[in-house]
């Protein structure tokens, strides 16, 4: 039997031990499984087959990335760890019954349930978005967007490509189109951000950054509008301009999923599960929320790797919560965040200070490289050979 087919292999069940059910197998939901040990009867439920490595998904719109480079075999990661997957979109949680149930009726029980769904594509009700602007959030929709861009410069007539949202996933989509199609003559990018300048919450010394870049460039910034319309070709905007728009690409936030309020974690539409600083949940003792869906006390940006350790947290608290034993408080150990901008620049983020290189690329790739290796040893030669070859960059810095 090869090593491949031995740890696809899933576990029995063990009736003897105590059950746990975990909803989502991202970030959060993957490092739960991985921290569980085998004294638990573990089923991970996810509706899609593949780990995605969401932080990188906007290299797809250059073709830096397949997605075959961003994507983990689900099954492989939780047997690895010794559980079970199964494929399947969950419908409902009763947390009191102790039982989930997916949309295709099988029924899942147990003691303890990890809930960790992330969140799910907000459009802010504007007419249009759903049907006429591409999604950014998924491995898929970022693929599905590279595509149509190919599309487009193979057409090679004048063409305008808007972005909604100049956030983290606006300006690094924007900097992978700038990445492949600057020089071509057919491309005008209009950004659209609410806001009064690019990556609002960040360091205003970005927005300058971004905008020093894209001068001289065919690309439109049109700050402190909101989109009111999306049609096929056009995206409407709050100031009464009216941008012609051959592709249209939606990153304009995320929301709290239907299933939380449906399971009762949260008492209102759009709410992320209230849960306690040990991410148990307020409303039902015997479940624990993890990653983008946690309304923690004190909130966190929606990160990976806080989504990792809330994982690994949750996996103890349960192990706990199930031999009658205190608590653990999650504690988030803050780490820099890392903004793309194509081959034009990255900069790292750390509190109120910017540091910006192209060569710090090769920090978000190492990110990449080595968390994807931890999640399913060992380091194969691919990854090593593309972690070498980006180190060899140097690593010139300056500060903004
Ligand atoms: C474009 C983009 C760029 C980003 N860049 C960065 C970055 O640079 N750095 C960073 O740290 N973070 C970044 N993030 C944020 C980061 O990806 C999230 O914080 C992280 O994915 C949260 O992990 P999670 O496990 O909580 O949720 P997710 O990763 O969203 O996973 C949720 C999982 O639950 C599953 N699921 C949901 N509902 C159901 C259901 N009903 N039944 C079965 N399965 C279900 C989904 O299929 C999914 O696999 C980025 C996000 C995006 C979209």
């Given at each position: 039997?090869?090593?491949?087919?031995?740890?696809?292999?899933?576990?029995?069940?063990?009736?003897?031990?105590?059950?746990?059910?975990?909803?989502?197998?991202?970030?959060?939901?993957?490092?739960?499984?991985?921290?569980?040990?085998?004294?638990?009867?573990?089923?991970?439920?996810?509706?899609?087959?593949?780990?995605?490595?969401?932080?990188n998904i906007h290299e797809l719109l250059s073709g830096v990335k397949r997605p075959a480079d961003l994507r983990l075999p689900r099954r492989r990661l939780v047997a690895s760890a010794g559980h079970r997957f199964l494929r399947a979109e969950v419908a409902v949680i009763e947390a009191a019954a102790g039982r989930l149930v997916t949309t295709r009726g099988r029924r899942v029980d147990f003691d303890a349930c990890i809930v960790a769904v992330g969140g799910t594509g907000e459009t802010f009700g504007v007419p249009g978005a759903d049907r006429h602007a591409l999604p950014f959030k998924s491995v898929d929709d970022c693929h599905a967007i590279g595509r149509r861009l190919a599309a487009l410069a193979r057409r090679a007539t004048p063409s305008s490509v808007v972005i909604v949202g100049g956030g983290l996933?606006?300006?690094?989509?924007?900097?992978?189109?700038?990445?492949?199609?600057?020089?071509?003559?057919?491309?005008?990018?209009?950004?659209?951000?609410?806001?009064?300048?690019?990556?609002?919450?960040?360091?205003?010394?970005?927005?300058?950054?971004?905008?020093?870049?894209?001068?001289?460039?065919?690309?439109?910034?049109?700050?402190?509008?909101?989109?009111?319309?999306?049609?096929?070709?056009?995206?409407?905007?709050?100031?009464?301009?009216?941008?012609?728009?051959?592709?249209?690409?939606?990153?304009?936030?995320?929301?709290?999923?239907?299933?939380?309020?449906?399971?009762?974690?949260?008492?209102?539409?759009?709410?992320?599960?209230p849960v306690t600083q040990s991410l148990q949940s307020r409303r039902h003792d015997n479940v624990f929320v993890v990653g983008d869906a946690a309304g923690l006390p004190r909130p966190l940006r929606k990160q990976a790797y806080y989504a990792l350790q809330m994982g690994e947290c949750a996996a103890g608290n349960v192990a706990r919560a199930l031999a009658g034993r205190r608590l653990r408080e999650f504690v988030p150990s803050p780490k820099p965040m890392l903004v793309a901008f194509g081959d034009l620049d990255t900069y790292l983020v750390a509190g109120r200070r910017v540091l910006a290189s192209p060569s710090l690329a090769a920090g978000k790739e190492a990110v990449l490289q080595l968390t994807m290796a931890q999640l399913d040893p060992p380091l194969g030669a691919d990854a090593l050979g593309g972690l070498a070859r980006r180190f060899a960059a140097t690593l010139r810095a300056r500060i903004l």
């Open positions: 039997m090869t090593t491949a087919a031995r740890r696809t292999r899933a576990p029995r069940r063990r009736p003897d031990r105590p059950r746990v059910a975990i909803v989502g197998a991202n970030f959060a939901g993957i490092a739960a499984a991985q921290h569980l040990g085998s004294g638990y009867d573990v089923t991970v439920v996810d509706r899609s087959p593949w780990f995605e490595w969401l932080p996933e606006g300006v690094e989509a924007l900097g992978e189109i700038l990445r492949r199609y600057r020089a071509a003559g057919w491309l005008h990018v209009e950004v659209v951000e609410a806001g009064r300048r690019l990556l609002p919450g960040a360091p205003a010394a970005i927005d300058a950054s971004v905008r020093r870049h894209c001068a001289g460039l065919a690309v439109t910034f049109h700050t402190g509008t909101r989109v009111t319309a999306v049609t096929p070709a056009r995206v409407r905007l709050d100031s009464g301009v009216v941008l012609r728009s051959d592709l249209t690409i939606w990153t304009g936030g995320a929301t709290a999923p239907a299933l939380l309020l449906e399971a009762g974690l949260a008492d209102r539409p759009r709410q992320w599960a």
